[in-house]
């Protein structure tokens, strides 16, 4: 399967910033995810990443507050916005290939 | 909304034993179920996968049971090992529908 490679692994950030999560893929995949997992909890679908246009989002999960880039097929970038310490989850990319998702190792935010 | 979810949200067995972990899904239209494994940081890793037109399928050590009729779907690990350690998580899918929906997750613990 394919190799997904993210980051950063872990932040620490103060309320207010941002942060761009990075996930690279070692082929190219035609469907890309981001996936929040808060903590102790189940994987929330944030988007798709759709390359070359616009992500499509979850209900609850807006462009201006989670950013997503889709430059090529290997690549895709989630910003978390103005964070406040609610914000504070796992974020996952996720691709599907032959129908099955594989995921990436994460990005444990944590806002302070 | 459609929902997937666990009967039991922790599992402990002893090393050696056989376990099973459960998980019921209310979305009839539902017809492509997964399992993963989630360790403690790390993302979830793909364990198996069911279509609805089949009511069993084993891997190495793992067998995923679906009950259609009931819309129940388990996941038995044979000769369960310290490794196997971690929160599984079932997800569904639905007809031309690529999104996941995953279910709370069960956190199983192996006693040496």
């Known amino acids: 399967s394919a190799v997904i490679s993210q980051k950063p692994s872990r932040d620490i950030c103060q309320r207010g910033t941002s942060l761009t999560i990075q996930c690279q893929v070692d082929s190219q995949v035609t469907m890309m995810f981001w996936y929040r997992q808060q903590p102790g909890q189940s994987l929330t679908l944030i988007a798709t990443a759709n390359q070359g246009s616009e992500a499509t989002y979850e209900s609850g999960f807006v462009i201006d507050k989670f950013p997503i880039s889709r430059p090529n097929l290997t690549f895709s970038t989630l910003t978390v916005s103005n964070m406040s310490p609610e914000d504070s989850s796992i974020y996952l990319c996720?691709?599907?290939?032959?129908?099955?998702?594989?995921f990436g190792q994460g990005t444990r935010l944590t806002v302070v | 909304g459609e929902s997937v979810g666990l009967h039991l949200p922790t599992l402990s067995v002893q090393e050696g034993d056989n376990s099973i972990i459960n998980c019921a899904y209310s979305n009839s239209a539902s017809d492509y179920f997964i399992w993963y494994k989630q360790e403690s940081g790390k993302g979830p890793q793909f364990i198996i996968d069911?279509?609805?037109?089949?009511d069993k399928r084993q891997g190495q050590r793992v067998t995923v049971l679906l009950n259609k009729t009931v819309k129940h779907l388990s996941l038995q690990i044979a000769a369960t090992q310290p490794g196997d350690s971690a929160v599984y998580f079932c997800a569904e899918r639905g007809g031309s529908n690529y999104k996941l929906t995953f279910g709370k997750g069960t956190l199983l613990t192996v006693n040496p």
């Open positions: 069911i279509r609805s037109n089949m």
């Open positions: 996720s691709i599907l290939t032959d129908q099955r998702a594989f």
